[in-house]
């Protein structure tokens, strides 16, 4: 009969620990949702959930509200500041790890974690008063004489160049993610066996194919994992946009216009709450916030994870 090793009481508690720890993140998903669908209830009920999703009407005095517009501008922000953001910070990583002189790689890279560093509300403060009149003085309008003029891309660019509109809020966005993408993906690059590249360099390969051919196949998971935080990041941001970006609950397509996000309306409209349908509305913007986020998020750890089984093999 086999004898039952005992296990020391430092395992036992340490086991215990680690348990509760990962079990309180549960709680608290389990609680926030609880809790959101809650105090949202009311329009839950009222509205629904399609015709509140697919809703752009937002009107407090007569008690009609959608997300549609919201959702708009939540979704076009993130995806654009993803577009700006991905080629520069992979770019970034690419000059620190191969192309920069030693000398600058440390300013560089301390200069790009700063950033991360900054507080939303200071971003949000230097795009009111710097970046927005650059862009609707010169930034815009050349783009409108430009782009604006080539057939469909073109509707993208219309209107008048104020610089309170979608494309100043996705360029802040846009800055606010780009430390995180570039320092996941530099410290991804350092991580490609030298042995790798010296055999590839050995056989003729010019830097670029190195690059292209060698490192980032190599760290195209830790790629991936940081586009996915930034993804994160850029749904959930609230005062950078908030002040750039206006709170016009419409869907336009051009970018050059005032919009809405999830965030925004909720930072500037919770404490103008005064009746019960307009407070629950709120919530189901936010509880609608955290379903898409979690989704998306969720999506995006999924492929990752494909991804990442796939490579091992």
Known sequence: MKRIRKLPLSDILFAVISFSAAFTVLVLI???????????????????????????????VKEVFGAAA????????????????IPLAIGIAIFLTEISPHILKTPIGIAIEMLAAIPSII??????FTLAPIMSEYIEPFLQKTLGKVPVIGMLFQGEPQGIDLLTASVILAIMIVPFITSIT?????????????????????????????????????????????????????MA????????????????????????TLANEFTEADTDIY???????????????????????????????????
Do not use: C
């Open 30 to 60: 389990f609680s926030t949702i609880l809790v959101l669908y809650n105090e949202s209830s009311l329009a839950i009920h009222k509205f629904g959930i399609l015709n509140f999703i697919f809703t752009v009407d937002w009107d407090p």
């Open 123 to 128: 971003y949000g403060m230097w795009g009111l």
């Open 186 to 238: 530099r410290d991804s690059l350092n991580l490609t066996p030298n042995i790798m590249k010296e055999s590839a360099y050995a056989l003729g390969a010019t830097k670029w194919e190195v690059v292209k051919d060698i490192m980032i196949p190599y760290a195209k998971l830790g790629i991936y994992g940081g586009i996915v935080l930034a993804l994160g990041r850029a749904l959930g941001e609230t």
């Open 279 to 313: 407070l629950s509305s709120l919530f189901y913007l936010a509880l609608i916030l955290f379903v898409l986020s979690f989704t998306i998020l969720a999506i995006a750890k999924f492929f990752l994870l494909k991804a990442e089984r796939g490579y091992s093999r």
């Open 241 to 264: 946009v908030a002040f750039v970006l206006g709170n016009n609950h419409q869907i336009t397509t051009s970018l050059f216009d005032a919009a809405a996000t999830i965030t925004v």
């Open 70 to 85: 919201s959702l708009y501008g939540t979704l076009v922000t993130t995806a654009l500041s993803l577009i700006l953001a």
